[in-house]
């Protein structure tokens, strides 16, 4: 499922969320084409796991906030796997693959 992220208590809902399953948080931005072939990975995993999104250009203060709370570096595009209220990885760019993401997911939910 794809959940828009626009507000600090959207990103704190996000992270409390992990705590009882590992989620995605996905930035990225609407101008760029890196984002654009990530968006297409992202829309066929949504169907397996929960991922929380935001459009850097319409928040990036959140965007900010997302890289501070979990101590990962900015990139755009991101997609961050957060497990128990922390990053455990961070893909960019090409590295967002639908596969690796649920794979990572899986192995975090069996380990759980």
């Known amino acids: 499922m794809f959940h828009t992220m626009s507000t600090s208590e959207d990103l704190t ?19 760029c084409p890196f984002s654009a072939r990530a968006q297409v990975q992202i829309s066929e995993a949504k169907h397996d796991i929960e991922i929380y999104g935001i459009v850097i250009q319409y928040a990036k203060s959140l965007s900010t906030e997302i890289a501070d709370r979990l101590e990962v570096a900015h990139k755009s595009p991101q997609a961050i796997v957060v497990h128990k209220g922390k990053a455990v990885s961070d ?11 649920k794979e990572e997911i ?6 759980a």
């Open 91 to 101: 893909y960019w760019r090409s590295e967002i693959q639908e596969d690796s993401l």
């Open 13 to 31: 809902a996000a992270i409390a969320a992990s705590q009882d399953q590992p989620i995605v948080i996905f930035k990225h931005s609407n101008s």
């Open 106 to 111: 899986s192995t975090l939910t069996e380990a």
